[in-house]
């Protein structure tokens, strides 16, 4: 049976992450695992935290498992002898497996309600009626944790000793080295992101998104809903030039633009 310590993320020199679920009540790698070299950092910080969902309810189905074992072995006496340096016997000291004893038996005593509908949904014991021998419950569901905000431009995640870390931010170098990236892989066309990102300032987006101005939102609609921007196009011209017109962007501030000219 898998324990939580055995789901792990890496495997295969760290070239793929593992998927975990859980498939009624087990857990299991249910589809393909996630390649590092071609998916993006969203996608395995995303899938990290799925994962890391999946342990922690591992982990509580291991502790309810071995306290049930210990629980289920007759009590242990409440004290054992102490003895002294001289091997004799001066009293009575608490028992330390008498202790784990009761603790294992609060556990399962304790356990919450989710937790016991997971058990039953892997030991093939859901509740059913005596009479159609129906299931009267439906089997255990784990419920996705929300998925992390992960910005490529930004952020990075790191695979230490095949394991992988949170979220963290870049770097200077590495950030400046992901923007040297960006030039080489869109030189004049662009996802409607990266253009934001990389061409305009954060002022300048700011000012074109919550415009009001009917036209400026139709442009911006148009412009930026499509899949990708191409700065050779006189489409992209044009919807820079209505931001123009309304006042969002100066003459200078288009050209450095059509010219892909980033902003530091």
């Known amino acids: ?35 590092v070299a071609s998916a993006p950092l969203a996608d395995i910080a995303a899938q990290l935290a799925i994962n890391r969902a999946v342990r922690a309810v591992q982990a509580q189905v291991d502790a309810y498992d071995d306290a049930v074992l210990l ?22 000291q608490p028992n330390p497996a008498h202790a784990a004893w009761v603790a294992a038996g609060t556990l399962v005593a304790n ?12 030991d093939d014991a859901l509740e059913r009626d005596p009479a159609t ?22 952020q990075t995640v790191d695979l ?11 770097t200077a170098e590495e950030a400046a080295t992901w923007r040297a990236l960006m030039l080489i892989r869109w030189p004049r ?6 253009a934001i990102v990389y061409l305009l300032t954060p002022a300048e987006w700011l000012a074109i998104s919550t415009s009001a101005d009917p036209e400026v939102r139709a442009t ?10 191409d700065l050779d196009n006189l ?15 100066t003459a200078e501030r288009v050209a450095a633009v059509l010219a892909g000219k980033r902003v530091v």
């Open 1 to 35: 049976m898998i324990r939580a310590t055995d789901m792990t993320d890496a495997f295969k020199g760290d070239s793929l992450v593992r998927r975990w679920c859980l498939a009624q009540g087990h857990p299991r790698c249910a589809d393909h695992p996630v390649e």
């Open 71 to 92: 629980a289920s072995r007759p009590e242990p006496d409440a004290t054992v002898p102490l003895f002294d340096a001289t091997g004799a016997a001066v009293g009575d």
């Open 111 to 122: 356990t919450p309600a989710d937790l016991l509908h997971l058990i039953r949904t892997r």
């Open 133 to 154: 021998g129906l299931p009267l419950e439906a089997p255990f569901e784990l419920v996705p944790p929300a998925l992390p905000t992960f910005d490529p431009a930004t």
């Open 160 to 170: 230490v000793a095949g394991a992988w870390s949170d979220a963290r931010p870049l």
């Open 189 to 194: 066309v662009m996802t409607p992101r990266d």
């Open 220 to 229: 911006r609609q148009a412009a930026l809903g499509a899949n990708t921007i």
């Open 235 to 249: 489409a992209t011209a044009a919807a820079l030039a209505v931001f123009e017109q309304a006042g969002l962007l």
